[in-house]
Antibody, heavy 118, light 111 residues
Framework: QVQLVQSGPELKKPGSSVNVSCKASGGTFSNYAFSWVRQAPGQGLEWVGRIIPLNFQVTYARLFEDRVTFIADKYTSTLYMEFKNLRYEDTALYYC???????????WGQGTTLIVSS | DIVMTQSPLSLPVTPGEPASISCRSSQSLLHTIGYNYLDWYVQKPGQSPQLLIYMSSNRASGVPDRFSGSGSGTDFTLKISRVEAEDVGIYYCMQGKYSLTFGQGTRLEIK
């Protein structure tokens, strides 16, 4: 069974950048798409974007497209999300998720806490 | 952008009783070949969300059959036939036809 294990919590200052990783184990990596979803404290779920490792195709939510970059390393089955020019409101739990499109977001990582604070 | 609206936002339920959550989309989620890009997820306390229902009415692997999904186009419903204590959590609908958008969430609690 595929598992997604994410990197640990991050504390960053406004204007800085963060890199969050997500390693897939126990299954085929390149055959699927992966989405990033975030959840601000006490709030709902918000889609950040999607990457398809097979062809490196990326789709970013309009809200984030000028500040986020997704990378997939097929050799280590690891995904990376770089978030630039961080703002206080980017404080959230960030999840990587296996995205099977019509079959749903079926496998979720444990989440990575990002706190943006001066 | 497609807006997803859930109701109610809070749902107190007595164990053993049924529960129902509504989800409405601002645009049709119906694909030309007949399925709907609508999923349901539950986030139990302290956990990552988990998939319950995909394509409006298909239960994900391991989901008890007391959960069912229905609807098409812009109106969808998640039903729990008999609520159990372990069902406590926040339920989200999500559309996947145009990017991904989640509803606000419905908090199910036990009376």
């Amino acid at each position: 069974q595929v598992q997604l294990v994410q990197s640990g919590p991050e504390l960053k200052k406004p204007g800085s950048s963060v890199n969050v990783s997500c390693k897939a184990s126990g299954g085929t990596f390149s055959n699927y798409a992966f989405s990033w979803v975030r959840q601000a404290p006490g709030q709902g779920l918000e889609w950040v974007g999607r990457i398809i490792p097979l062809n490196f195709q990326v789709t970013y939510a309009r809200l984030f497209e000028d500040r986020v970059t997704f990378i997939a390393d097929k050799y280590t089955s690891t995904l990376y999300m770089e978030f630039k020019n961080l703002r206080y409101e980017d404080t959230a739990l960030y999840y990587c998720v296996r995205d099977r499109r019509t079959y749903g977001l079926d496998i979720w990582g444990q989440g990575t806490t990002l706190i943006v604070s001066s | 952008d497609i807006v997803m609206t859930q109701s109610p936002l809070s749902l107190p339920v007595t164990p053993g009783e049924p529960a129902s959550i509504s989800c409405r989309s601002s645009q049709s989620l119906l694909h030309t070949i007949g399925y709907n890009y609508l999923d349901w997820y539950v986030q139990k306390p302290g956990q990552s969300p988990q998939l319950l229902i995909y394509m409006s009415s298909n239960r994900a692997s391991g989901v008890p059959d007391r959960f069912s999904g229905s609807g098409s186009g812009t109106d969808f419903t998640l039903k729990i036939s008999r609520v159990e204590a372990e069902d406590v959590g926040i339920y989200y609908c999500m559309q996947g036809k145009y990017s991904l958008t989640f509803g606000q969430g419905t908090r199910l609690e036990i009376k």
